[in-house]
């Protein structure tokens, strides 16, 4: 039964710059590109691996003129992705050139972290892991396969109490401590190989009481993996049965279906089925090429196409 991050969803700025530092600067696969299905008049762009396989999956609303966020108590802090450990100095050079805000790299866990924001102030970093560079991976022009990004390492959240998030991760959503560095506890999803595609989430204990501002660079939810609608109901009783948490009913996102919630600490759940993926409406080979609307919203094509922004 597969468990661990199926994808990440921030808020983001203009849509051009936000597909230029993705798909070019960073080299993830747009695998679709489609509208919020809650605000159709706004994109949602999904980025992955080649298929956009769960755990390779960052996805954003970018809105022109979005005020930015502030990262506080009770969010995603920090969203990180993995990268061959052999290419390193490959993202440190490359990173430099994009002009990104980045640090010096340094050791958490035993790996090696660069961070970096993204022009909108997302917290970013690329984690690396011995031996990834003989997974498959999406290579383009200017990133070869041996330096590639391969998905989702981990998402931080910042939390003023992390037992009550904690107790989620490893009653509900199958994840397991596996070691603590200073103030940040790691968990992994327990069928995960080590380091696995979206098997980890750090819970960071926060110093104060401070809030976020919920803005651009702002993750907006986390998203857990189901296997099926199965997996996810039992998911959906033992919050309920064990924990008290009352989730959405399920929400048709056309590549997966969902249901959400507000973990104790404050930050938005999304539990998403593995079923049906991103090929369900277009071939692997052209994924990201054309604008996808779900059914009910194909009716309204031409004038979503009117309002939205030109990318490309
Ligand atoms: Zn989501």
Known sequence: MPHGIHHVTAMAGRAHRNLDIYARTLGLRLVKRTVNFDDPGTYHFYYGDETGQPGSIVTFFPWEHAAPGQVGVGETMETALRIPETAVAFWTHRLVAAGLRHEAPQKRFGETVLRVRDPDGMRLALVGVPGLEAEPAWSTAEIPAEAAIRGVHSVGLLLADPAPTAAILTDVLGFAEVGRDDEVVRY????????????????????????????????????????????????????????????????????????????????????????????????????????KLPPQLEPRRAAIEAVLPQVA
Request: aromatic fraction near 6%.
């Open 188 to 291: 992994r999803a327990v069928d995960a190989r080590d380091a696995g595609v979206g098997a980890t989430v750090d819970l960071h204990t926060a110093g104060g009481p401070a809030r976020g501002r919920l803005g651009a660079g702002s993750v907006h939810h986390v998203a857990f993996r189901a296997a099926d609608d199965a997996a996810q109901a039992d998911m959906v009783a033992r919050l309920a049965d064990r924990h008290g948490i009352t989730t959405t009913g399920q929400r048709d996102r056309n590549y997966f279906r969902s249901v959400y919630f507000r973990e104790p600490g404050g930050v938005l759940f999304e539990i998403a089925t593995d079923q049906p993926g991103f090929a369900v409406d277009e071939p692997i080979a052209s994924l990201g090429t054309a604008l």
